[in-house]
């Protein structure tokens, strides 16, 4: 009886009943009309009374036939709800606005210019549309949403570009699509130019989306902006190690920046160690041409190096450098000005460094004094002449004999000649005399 009471008091029914009366004209209202957030409508709904969660609706679409044609008619490229699946577990929750657009809880914006479509005709709008054999009507949701429905509740699944695969609304089930931007990152693509130097490009997918900019991270600290010329190459030089490049794309998509990466648009990069290089100067080796001029070869050994030249120091502040050779070996000559001994270095220059001074290639070499067989035209250098008399050699002058003088026959002469004959003779002949007389008278006496 106190419940009675309490229930039929004026104060408590009174609410109750404004309650009841708003309710029941609003279904009166909107029962037959446009899709509204208080719907149930089975006249209108493709899901009567619609679903209350992806797998709900999963479960609605295995069991009807019609659903799975509808739900995966092409209303535009790329439209369906295809595997079931796939959408129970990757449905994500959206908003439908009358003015068109399909927005994530994120604020993503999906789609504009939104259609929906239901079983009924309530308008000049409504378009019919032949599926299988069941005919549907659908219109833009401006036209299909009631006139105090500003948004309804929908379930959205999202293409690998991120485009509308496919939409129901909630409250009723019907489809929902529209204009939707594609964008994605397809690939990274790498060119190795040597060990440690790589190429990158990127490829990528837009529709009713603009590229604004590409950034590249190689993946050892460094990365760079790309904001025009999409197609272009970017260079990229590393240490030796093992990095991840990535490249994320920017897109401007109905007035809001997104961006897309993967792992398409990653790429491992493995820079080896380098070889270990070596280089030495190996052997020196001096040739005597002549007393002043020698020849000298030089060689190198090497690993993983490269040869480019080698100087010589000949020890007389004479040098000559950027010879070339060839299998690392070069050969030279030097003519020395004076005598004396003189130490020769070599040194071997390769794009990787040069050789340092090593005993192997540091060599001695003389050049003696002058000898009479250097010379043998100097007169120092010529045997002794014979002479004919002391200090007079054979040949001069001087070596001849000197005949007597015959003076002249004149008169006087010959006088003076005859006078010093008789003279002569008769000396001789008293000499002759006297010496006979003496010999005479000494052998007398005894």
């Not at 760079?224 to 920017?250: E, I």
Request: some cysteine; charged content about 20%.
């Amino acid at each position: 009886m106190n419940l009675l009471r309490y229930i039929f008091n004026p104060k408590v029914l009174a609410p109750i009943l404004g309650v009841f009366m708003i309710g029941l004209i609003s279904y009166a209202a909107l029962g037959q009309g446009p899709v509204s957030a208080a719907t149930c409508d089975k006249n209108n709904d493709i899901v009567y009374c619609g679903y209350t969660s992806p797998a709900d609706l999963a479960s609605k679409v295995q069991a009807s036939g019609e659903l799975q044609t509808l739900y995966n008619h092409a209303f535009t490229t790329g439209y369906g709800i295809g595997d079931v699946n796939n959408w129970k577990a990757n449905a994500k929750h959206a908003t439908v606005y009358k003015d068109g657009r399909i927005v994530l809880d994120d604020g993503t914006v999906i789609a504009t210019g939104a259609n929906s479509i239901g079983r009924q005709k309530f308008n000049d709008q409504r378009l019919p549309i032949k599926i299988s054999n069941t005919t549907y009507y659908y219109s833009s949701t401006g036209a299909a949403f009631g006139p105090n429905t500003s948004s309804l509740p929908a379930y959205v699944l999202v293409n690998d570009d991120h485009s509308l695969k496919f939409a129901a609304l909630t409250a009723c089930g019907n489809a929902v699509w529209g204009n939707s931007a594609a964008y994605k990152c397809n690939m990274l693509n790498q060119e190795k130019v040597n060990d440690t130097t790589y190429n990158f490009s990127t490829t990528v997918t837009k529709n009713n989306a603009t590229l604004t900019k590409l950034v590249y991270d190689f993946g050892d600290g460094k990365s760079q902006t790309v904001t025009s010329n999409f197609d272009q190459k970017v260079t990229h030089t590393y240490a030796p190690g093992k990095y991840t490049a990535k490249v994320t794309a920017y897109f401007s998509v109905n007035g809001q920046e997104k961006s897309d990466t993967r792992v398409e648009c990653t790429k491992p990069v493995d820079v080896p160690q380098p070889p270990k290089v070596t280089f030495a100067c190996d052997n020196l080796t001096p040739f005597q041409i002549s007393r002043t001029k020698y020849r000298f070869t030089v060689k190198g050994v090497s690993q993983n190096a490269n040869f480019v030249s080698a100087k010589f120091d000949f020890g007389d502040s004479q040098t000559a450098a950027d010879l070339k050779g060839q299998n690392e070996t070069v050969t030279t000559e030097h003519d020395y000005a004076k005598e004396g001994t003189y130490t020769v270095k070599a040194y071997l220059t390769y794009k990787e460094g040069t050789t340092t001074e090593v005993p192997k290639c540091v060599a001695k070499v003389t050049v003696n004094e002058q000898t009479c067989a250097d010379k043998p035209n100097a007169p120092e250098c010529q045997p002794p002449k014979e002479e004919c008399k002391p200090g007079i050699p054979k040949g001069d002058n001087r070596c001849q004999e000197t005949p007597p003088i015959i003076p002249e026959t004149g008169p006087t002469e010959i006088i003076g000649g005859a006078l010093g004959l008789s003279g002569i003779a008769g000396a001789g002949a008293y000499y002759h005399t006297t010496r006979r007389n003496w010999i005479n008278q000494i052998f007398k006496k005894r």
